[in-house]
């Protein structure tokens, strides 16, 4: 006789939090980028041009930092 799958409410509860505590901090992260890219546009930028990194980085490298900072 084979056991039944174990749901534990708590856990389940415990991991649903964090992910919205999770997301609810990416939003706040993300309506700040908005804001400064916004306050960019308002002061009459179009574009940025990106000096060349002195470490070596290329632009896409230093994106995906930005995109996930640990």
């Known amino acids: 006789m084979s056991k039944m799958p174990i749901v534990h409410i708590g856990e389940n509860i415990k991991q649903v939090r964090e992910q919205m505590q999770g ?3 990416e939003i706040l992260r993300l309506e700040g980028v908005l ?3 916004e306050g960019f546009e308002k002061a009459g930028l179009s574009a940025i041009e990106l ?3 002195p470490t070596g980085q290329s632009i896409q490298e ?9």
């Open 23 to 25: 997301m609810h901090q």
């Open 62 to 70: 230093l994106e995906s930092i930005q995109e996930k900072p640990e």
């Open 51 to 53: 000096p060349k990194d």
């Open 35 to 37: 804001r400064t890219f």
